[in-house]
């Protein structure tokens, strides 16, 4: 320890020797601890995660800083107070003596705060490490602006999967990526300065070979998916109309299985690159196919673009251009009323339900609770005291809280996706004949209504017991197509034609 200086030859005390000084050293020497032992965890762990550089590289250094300052400023006193010496002439720099049943107080006390410290600084580093590793952390910490992704998350078929095996996955050169974004992100949520919503698509996303291809195989064949879509009409009786597809969603490798339909673009067989002109990637003008076998090139382009994309700005089309919300599905007003109303939640006994229900959804409200008084209000106004209002007022304002985000701008309207193409572009921003070759005869296949699926049976009651294997044309419950359209010209997830 700090054994009484002995009498002359006296050394001029060492200013170090105060009680600052001393816990100052303590902290410093925990946080040296700490960061060690992070940056092993960091190094071998088998996930990375950026949080965790946070915590390793700024808070442990931060408290590495502060332990080293408390050294000095110890230091500093004691030296002033060694330049103009108290009253009783001795500097009174600190002397432990183990004799003074005072000293022997004063260092247990501080000899087993230091070892408790020590110990909670390895036990704290150990459980945050593991927290930031947590669904929890990611979608509840920062409350308020990831409740969106978090509340469609625990709809998703990937409610299982954890938000950082998509988000940041595993390698070196991502992870420094993701640990400058996740900073960045922490940053932003303190100060209260992210952006509502937030922007997509997500520009350091991983790619989906080291994300999404880690769990599915792309050259998995699928075949044909047996897919039903249920819908009502917006008029008086709420008339049903269901559609049921056989999806031809094929392979992308050939000898796999038969090769073709949808999942074509897998990358595997074929290279697809495009070139968007807006940042949500819905306006594609140049499409690129490169055969894996020939080598062979095949550009299109719209009539209005002519030339070649900038340098670096086309992009390879991967799962996530088509599956762009695996995990945060916002269904639309329209899709969430429907199957309400096809499990009986909402009666579709009340006349105009439909049509209500989704005028109630789309109205603009400030905040969660406005949005509940609206709901019912619209309800209650229209069919008063009728016994099947209760429920579907419950099951509309159970709607808008699982789907609709006020406070981060956040709902279908906000994130586009891109799976098929009713009611939004999706497919469409490629497949709409107006994407042509050089010499203007080969377009992207699309006019063809069978170049994706099939309808098997279409209409209500009867009709849908009635399978067409070959396949059937469309009818279509809002009068004839027009070829000119895309059906999110009227089609937007609210109510038609708006
Ligand atoms: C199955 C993979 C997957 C999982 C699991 C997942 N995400 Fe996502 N997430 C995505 C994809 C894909 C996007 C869309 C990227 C784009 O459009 O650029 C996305 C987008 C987001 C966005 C941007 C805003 C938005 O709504 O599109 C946020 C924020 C987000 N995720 C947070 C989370 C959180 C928090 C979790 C865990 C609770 C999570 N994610 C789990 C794949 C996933
Ligand atoms: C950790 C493993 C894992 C990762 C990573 C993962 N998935 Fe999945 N995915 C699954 C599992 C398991 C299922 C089956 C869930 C079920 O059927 O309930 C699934 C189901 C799916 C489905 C069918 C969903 C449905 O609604 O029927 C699609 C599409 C899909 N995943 C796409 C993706 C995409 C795109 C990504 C990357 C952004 C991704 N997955 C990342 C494990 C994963
Ligand atoms: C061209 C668009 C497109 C691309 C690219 C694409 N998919 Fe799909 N995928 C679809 C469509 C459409 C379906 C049909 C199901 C649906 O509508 O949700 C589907 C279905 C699936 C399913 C569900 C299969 C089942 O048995 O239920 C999985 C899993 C899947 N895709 C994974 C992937 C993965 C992984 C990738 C990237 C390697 C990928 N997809 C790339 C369009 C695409
Ligand atoms: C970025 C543009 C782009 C998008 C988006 C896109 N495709 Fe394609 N798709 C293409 C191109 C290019 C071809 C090749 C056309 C050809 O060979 O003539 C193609 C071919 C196909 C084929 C024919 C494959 C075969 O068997 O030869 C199907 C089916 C298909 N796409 C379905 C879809 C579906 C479903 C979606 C939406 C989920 C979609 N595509 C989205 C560009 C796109
Ligand atoms: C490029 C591929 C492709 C082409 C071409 C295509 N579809 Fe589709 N269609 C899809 C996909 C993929 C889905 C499934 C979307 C989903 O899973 O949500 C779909 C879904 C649908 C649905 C059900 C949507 C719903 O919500 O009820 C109808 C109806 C439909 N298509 C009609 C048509 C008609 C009519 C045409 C011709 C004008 C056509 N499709 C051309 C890919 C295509
Ligand atoms: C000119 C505008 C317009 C276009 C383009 C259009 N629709 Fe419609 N669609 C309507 C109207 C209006 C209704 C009737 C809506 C109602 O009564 O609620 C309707 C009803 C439907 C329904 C049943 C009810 C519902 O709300 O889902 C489906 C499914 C549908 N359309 C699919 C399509 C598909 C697929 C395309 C593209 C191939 C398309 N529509 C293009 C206007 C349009």
């Given at each position: 320890m700090f054994p009484a200086p002995a009498t002359p030859p006296r050394e001029p005390p060492s200013h170090f020797k105060n009680w600052l000084s001393l816990a100052?050293?303590?902290?410093?020497?925990?946080?040296?601890?700490?960061?060690?032992?992070?940056?092993?965890?960091?190094?071998?762990?088998?996930?990375?995660?950026?949080?965790?550089?946070?915590?390793?590289?700024?808070?442990?250094?931060?408290?590495?800083?502060?332990?080293?300052?408390?050294?000095?400023?110890?230091?500093?006193v004691q030296h002033r107070q060694a330049a103009q010496p108290p009253e009783g002439g001795e500097p009174r720099a600190l002397t432990i003596d183990l004799s003074r049943p005072r000293d022997r107080h004063y260092l247990?006390?501080?000899?087993?705060?230091?070892?408790?410290?020590?110990?909670?600084?390895?036990?704290?580093?150990?459980?945050?490490?593991?927290?930031?590793?947590?669904?929890?952390?990611?979608?509840e910490t920062c409350h308020g602006v990831m409740k969106p992704e978090f509340t469609t998350y625990h709809h998703s078929a990937h409610a299982r999967v954890s938000c950082a095996e998509c988000h940041i996955g595993s390698g070196a050169s991502w992870y420094v990526k993701s640990k400058i974004s996740g900073a960045y992100q922490v940053y932003a949520t303190t100060f209260n300065k992210y952006e509502r919503p937030i922007k997509t698509p997500i520009k350091n996303l991983r790619p989906a070979q080291e994300t999404c291809e880690r769990c599915h195989w792309p050259e998995k064949f699928t075949g044909n998916l047996d897919r039903t879509y249920m819908h009502y009409l917006s008029d008086k009786k709420n008339t049903p109309y269901t559609v049921r597809l056989s999806l031809r969603v094929g392979g992308g490798q050939p000898g796999e299985g038969f090769f073709g339909g949808i999942h074509w673009h897998m990358n595997v067989a074929n290279r697809v690159e495009y070139y968007a002109t807006d940042p949500q990637?819905?306006?594609?003008?140049?499409?690129?196919?490169?055969?894996?076998?020939?080598?062979?090139?095949?550009?299109?382009?719209?009539?209005?673009f002519q030339g070649e994309p900038p340098a670096g700005a086309s992009r390879v089309m991967d799962c996530i251009d088509c599956h762009n919300r695996p995990a945060h599905a916002y269904q639309t007003a329209n899709q969430a009323v429907e199957v309400d109303m096809a499990l009986g939640k909402i009666s579709t006994m009340l006349p105009y339900i439909k049509q209500t229900a989704v005028q109630a959804l789309t109205k603009d409200y400030a905040g969660m609770d406005q949005a509940f008084e609206g709901i019912a209000a619209v309800l209650r106004h229209k069919y008063q005291t009728a016994d099947e209002v209760a429920p579907a007022i419950a099951a509309v304002q159970r709607i808008y809280q699982e789907n609709f985000f006020p406070a981060m701008k956040a709902d279908w309207r906000t994130y586009p996706n891109n799976i098929g193409h009713?009611?939004?572009?999706?497919?469409?921003?490629?497949?709409?004949?107006?994407?042509?070759?050089?010499?203007g005869n080969v377009a992207v296949r699309s006019s063809d209504?069978?170049?994706?699926?099939?309808?098997?049976?279409?209409?209500?009651?009867?009709?849908?017991?009635?399978?067409?294997?070959q396949g059937m044309e469309f009818k279509h419950p809002g009068g004839d197509l027009d070829p000119d359209l895309l059906c999110s010209d009227c089609h937007n997830g609210g109510l038609q034609g708006k």
């Open positions: 100052g050293a303590i902290i410093a020497l925990g946080s040296l601890f700490a960061f060690v032992f992070l940056v092993a965890i960091d190094t071998f762990a088998h996930n990375r995660n950026p949080y965790l550089g946070i915590l390793t590289y700024i808070v442990a250094p931060a408290f590495l800083v502060l332990g080293l300052a408390l050294i000095i400023s110890g230091w500093w247990l006390l501080f000899g087993s705060g230091a070892v408790v410290f020590l110990l909670m600084t390895a036990f704290g580093s150990y459980q945050t490490y593991h927290f930031t590793e947590s669904v929890e952390f990611c979608g990637r819905q306006t594609i003008p140049w499409i690129r196919i490169t055969s894996a076998a020939s080598g062979e090139v095949r550009i299109y382009r719209t009539k209005d009713k009611d939004w572009p999706g497919c469409f921003r490629c497949h709409d004949d107006k994407h042509r070759t050089v010499d209504c069978t170049a994706c699926h099939t309808i098997l049976a279409q209409g209500r009651g009867e009709e849908l017991a009635r399978l067409a294997p």
